[in-house]
T-cell receptor
């Protein structure tokens, strides 16, 4: 089974801190994704990556950056955390190439981040 | 981007079939229809997907309308563990990207 592992289930940080959320997948998937999930808004795509060192902005990239130095690892960075970034963050991965759109995404269990 | 419309909530009795509807009237010819569910305190879990034909797997069945403007996820015998939020998502290529657009889904309540 595909496993997507997020480094923390719960995280509490302070306003202005630089925050790193880590995600690792074990299935050699090309595509990796970061979403945030807020009540009433569903899941919203922040960034995704279709290869090492490649990235594309999603719907809400402001205030975030990402890093993908190795195929299995995709990091989300909050450059200067703010209270409106308090949310559930979900990482996902799937196969890339032409099959990417027909293959399911596999999600981690999420990181619940609180910014005080 | 094509969007989906689902009822906010549904209820079902345990061990009865459940039909979860989804409308996607602006679907394009290359969009796959994916269904996910999310249990409390977990990430979304893949359930099933299809393009044109009806699909079955161990978890559920997916019935796709002939014009592809709607689909129905069928849970043949609901159990308490099926209580979750169910998302219907179109998966296609938009401007060269691979995007999922998650709506707010249908919250399924299963009554014992």
């Amino acid at each position: 089974d595909v496993k997507v592992t997020q480094s923390s289930r719960y995280l509490v940080k302070r306003t202005g801190e630089k925050v790193f959320l880590e995600c690792v997948q074990d299935m050699d998937h090309e595509n990796m994704f970061w979403y945030r999930q807020d009540p009433g808004l569903g899941l919203r795509l922040i960034y995704f990556s279709y290869d090492v060192k490649m990235k594309e902005k999603g719907d809400i990239p402001e205030g975030y950056s990402v890093s993908r130095e190795k195929k299995e690892r995709f990091s989300l960075i909050l450059e200067s955390a703010s209270t409106n970034q308090t949310s559930m963050y979900l990482c996902a991965s799937n196969e890339g190439g032409g099959g990417g759109r027909s293959q399911p995404q596999h999600f981690g269990d999420g990181t619940r981040l609180s910014i005080l | 981007d094509a969007k989906t419309t689902q009822p906010n909530s549904m209820e079902s009795n345990e061990e009865e079939p459940v039909h979860l509807p989804c409308n996607h009237s602006t679907i394009s010819g290359t969009d796959y229809i994916h269904w996910y569910r999310q249990l409390p305190s977990q990430g979304p879990e893949y359930v099933i997907h299809g393009l044109t034909s009806n699909v079955n797997n161990r978890m559920a069945s997916l019935a796709i309308a002939e014009d592809r403007k709607s689909s129905t996820l069928i849970l043949h015998r609901a159990t308490l563990r099926d209580a979750a939020v169910y998302y219907c998502i179109l998966r296609g290529t938009t401007s060269g990207t691979y995007k999922y657009i998650f709506g707010t889904g249908t919250r399924l309540k299963v009554l014992a």
